[in-house]
């Protein structure tokens, strides 16, 4: 039977890349010199970490890691952005949460949808991702067409499409 898997990834290399450039950025700046501001990517548990002086220059730092993500393609609806922590002292810090998979509710969200649009299929949860079988391609297809035309609040990709 004809199956394709739903997932909802960032591309690792890529945000990588965009952190990076943020970095690069953060260097050269010159509202930013003698700054301690600072720019972490934690792979392993999926975060950003912004720390900086003041909110202001947090605001800013925010803003080109959110610019640097977005031109690299990144979709942010998967980066979910904390709301910001300033200490008496005055030092901020912000995180930025990396969504990867699809998380139990989200995942719940779009199975019951394609349940609900009567589709020839059957879905389930399998690890972070949604697994869609069906008798013949053609209601796969129909189901991705649907998947594309919603907005879940997060990305989506389609991978694994085997005949």
């Known amino acids: 039977m004809p199956s394709f898997d739903i997932v909802s990834e960032v ?3 890529e945000l990588d890349n965009a952190i990076n450039q943020a970095r690069k950025e953060l260097a050269t700046r010159f509202d930013f010199k003698g700054s301690s ?3 972490e990517l934690e792979v392993k548990e999926s975060r ?3 720390t900086a002086e003041d909110a202001s220059r947090l605001k800013s730092l925010s803003e080109i890691v959110i610019a ?3 031109k690299r393609n990144i979709d942010l609806r998967n980066i979910e952005r904390k709301d910001p922590t300033i200490s008496p ?3 901020a810090t912000q995180e930025f949460k990396i969504q990867q998979g699809l998380e139990g509710e989200k995942a719940k969200e779009i199975i019951k949808a394609i349940k609900a649009a009567d589709f ?3 879905s389930a949860l399998q690890e972070r991702q949604i697994r869609v079988t069906g ?6 297809q129909a189901v991705i067409a649907f ?3 919603k907005d879940f609040g997060v990305s989506l990709a389609f991978q694994n499409f085997r005949d």
Request: glycine content about 8%; hydrophobic content about 35%; overall charge positive.
């Open 135 to 140: 008798k013949n391609r053609d209601d796969l």
């Open 120 to 122: 020839k299929v059957q």
């Open 48 to 50: 950003i970490k912004l």
């Open 37 to 39: 501001a600072s720019i």
């Open 11 to 13: 591309d690792k290399q």
């Open 89 to 91: 002292l005055g030092h």
């Open 68 to 70: 640097k993500i977005a």
């Open 147 to 149: 998947c594309r035309g």
